[in-house]
């Protein structure tokens, strides 16, 4: 079955400390993969997408992501957090078959970020 | 800029209403989306529509049915609203079904129904 996983509900960071929100996927053949922020009361903003070609992929606000094939991952980064930040953070995974390339997004994960 | 728009925050109503919620994208689209967002669940998709007076059922259509007559617009209808429909509604527009596109939100609308 094809599915997105958020391992913490919650990311703690000090301002101005590197910051991780984790992200693993299984889908079979080749994933697309996107990150979105939503802040509160809002909707969701496009942060960044991996398509093909660098496994490295810079996106909005300094955040950047890996595609780890074989851990199957895409973990969100981004080196000096900002308590701007602070967020709930979304991982999506598209896939194609029988929902034609539709999105499955992982519950996502709060990240807050302390001055 | 891609614009998708929803009719409104914030909206209250009650329990057997029939409830109207509007999204409308400037980007000339093919592809919408109507998503329900409560916590520790995610995003679930509700119904989706490749393109004018075409509609697909997600993955939680029960209670709802959708509405696609301009390409737009697309609105989610709550033939008669119950409590655990009270919810985060996200609207979401994207370009045809290619490799790679992103998948655009509205703001949101934040429904009570008491």
């Known amino acids: 079955a094809q599915s997105v996983a958020q391992p913490e509900d919650q990311v703690n960071v000090a301002e101005g400390n590197p910051l991780t929100v984790k992200c693993t996927y299984s889908v079979s053949g080749n994933p697309y993969l996107f990150w979105y922020v939503q802040y509160p009361n809002r909707g969701l903003q496009f942060l960044l997408k991996?398509?093909?070609?660098?496994?490295l992929v810079k996106g909005s606000y300094g955040f950047e992501a890996e595609f780890n094939k074989s851990q199957t991952s895409f973990h969100l980064k981004k080196p000096s957090a900002l308590v701007s930040d602070s967020a709930l953070y979304f991982c999506a995974v598209r896939f194609y078959g029988g929902s034609q390339g539709n999105l499955i997004f992982g519950k996502g994960t709060k990240l807050s970020v302390k001055p | 800029d891609v614009k998708v728009t929803q009719s409104s925050r914030y909206l209250v109503k009650r329990t057997g209403e029939k409830v109207f919620l509007e999204c409308v994208q400037d980007m000339d689209h093919e592809n919408m989306f109507w998503y329900r967002q409560d916590p520790g669940l995610g995003l679930r998709l509700i119904y989706f529509?490749?393109?004018?007076?075409?509609?697909e059922k997600g993955d939680i259509p029960e209670g709802y049915s959708v509405s696609r007559e301009k390409k737009e617009r697309f609105s989610l209808i709550l033939e008669s609203a119950s409590t655990n429909q009270t919810s985060m509604y996200l609207c979401?527009?994207?370009?045809?079904?290619?490799?790679?596109?992103?998948?655009?939100f509205g703001p949101g609308t934040r429904l009570l129904v008491l």
């Open positions: 979401a527009s994207r370009r045809i079904v290619v490799a790679g596109e992103t998948q655009y």
């Open positions: 991996y398509i093909t070609g660098d496994n």
């Open positions: 529509s490749y393109d004018v007076k075409m509609k």
